[in-house]
């Protein structure tokens, strides 16, 4: 499973700056060669040949998603002062200043919001200054209607931007955590158990897992029906998390659960029987029915070289000989068993 499928963001910047580079690289190539062959501009024909060559040296990277931050950052430095300098150098009749409104959407794509705002206001006003510095100091009145409609069309194009960033932040924030969230009981599904499992692994924590299952669950649904076992489902959720923190519960399907703790056994074995308590010391109520629930728990912690499913078939053994020793208790090794 590749985990990074979740990272939106990157995926889509690495995409946008590949396409960037390539369109980019193209055009400033092209106006390298019209400005040493046909208006002898030698500097700026020499900064676009150089900046043809960094974007296709970043294109190549970017399509393999090895670039750095630091690359991305000083190549967007490098287009900035491109267009900056070329504003300054040609004459304002050439109409130069259009290049600056591309500036405000490749920040935010390639930025977020926040740097992209910064950047972006940065860049609206280095570009006025940079028109106004174009009429000489007594006719520099003559600037002002230029710098007017490139402000506001500058401005709109920075403003649907904004705009659009944000909501596609939001929308991935929500659909990441659509596919990471239990919709009945609001725990993390089984997904988000192997992702966090996965990051907390390569951060090197201590961990330890807990499988807990309900006792005689189907005898729930069956004599109160399935509207009081989601019931149930969900109140067991909440007294998993009040214990364990809410951040550590994951449904693994039906009514079995798994709690990842940043603990060694004993310390996840004492979670789990604050869990085991905590559900079996008050009643549930659901539907004006009052019902006694318990449940049964195995806990094993991740050892060296084990792999995952290693460790919840351990874990999985240890709730089954929970189960088949009476239930409502934890087992957290082959010989002990912290008894209800
Ligand atoms: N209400 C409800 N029931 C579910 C859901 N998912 C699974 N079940 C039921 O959970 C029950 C699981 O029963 P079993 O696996 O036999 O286990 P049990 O009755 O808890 O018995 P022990 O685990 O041996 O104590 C089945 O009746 C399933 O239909 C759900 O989302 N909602």
């Known amino acids: 499973m590749r985990f990074d499928a979740f990272d939106g963001t990157q995926t889509l910047r690495a995409r946008v700056l590949g396409g960037l580079c390539i369109t980019l690289g193209v055009l400033a190539a092209l106006m390298a060669i019209l400005n040493i062959y046909w208006s002898q501009s030698y500097f700026i024909g020499f900064l676009e040949g150089i900046f043809a060559a960094l974007s296709y040296s970043l294109y190549v990277k970017a399509k393999r998603q090895t670039y750095t ?15 900056t300098y070329a504003i300054y150098s040609k004459p304002l009749s050439m109409g130069v200043y259009v290049w600056a409104f591309l500036l405000p959407t490749i920040f935010y794509l390639l930025l977020g919001k926040k740097q992209g705002l910064v950047v972006s206001l940065v860049s609206l006003v280095a570009q006025n ?27 709109s194009i920075l403003g649907v931007s904004h705009v659009y960033e944000s909501n596609r932040n939001k929308v991935e924030q929500a659909l990441h955590e659509l596919a990471l969230t239990d919709a009945l009981t609001g725990a993390k599904n089984r997904l988000a158990f192997k992702k966090d499992r996965s990051t907390q692994h390569q951060q090197g924590k201590v961990l330890s897992v807990l499988v807990l299952d309900i006792d005689h669950f189907k005898a729930i649904n069956d004599t109160y029906g399935h509207e009081v076992g989601d019931d149930v489902l969900k109140i067991v959720t909440q007294r998993i998390m009040a214990v364990a923190g ?3 519960v994951y449904r693994q399907g039906g009514e079995e659960f798994c709690v990842l703790l940043n603990c060694p056994l004993l310390e996840a074995a004492s979670v789990a029987e604050g869990i085991r308590a905590n559900i079996d010391e008050a009643d549930f109520v659901s539907q004006g029915t009052t019902i006694h629930v318990t449940v049964s728990l195995g806990v094993a912690e991740f050892e060296f070289g084990q792999s995952e499913d290693d460790v919840l078939r351990l874990a999985d053994e240890r709730l089954y000989t929970a ?3 009476g239930r409502n208790q934890v087992v957290a090794s082959h010989d002990v068993s912290l008894a209800s």
Do not use: H, W
């Not at 991305?72 to 002062?81: A, E, T």
């Open 323 to 325: 189960k088949t020793k």
């Open 246 to 248: 809410e951040g550590t």
């Open 69 to 83: 931050l630091r690359e991305k950052n000083y190549y967007l430095l490098f287009l900035f002062v491109l267009v």
């Open 129 to 155: 200054i940079n028109i106004a510095l174009k009429q000489p100091a007594a006719d520099m009145i003559q600037s002002i209607p230029v710098m007017v409609n490139f402000s506001f069309c500058y401005l």
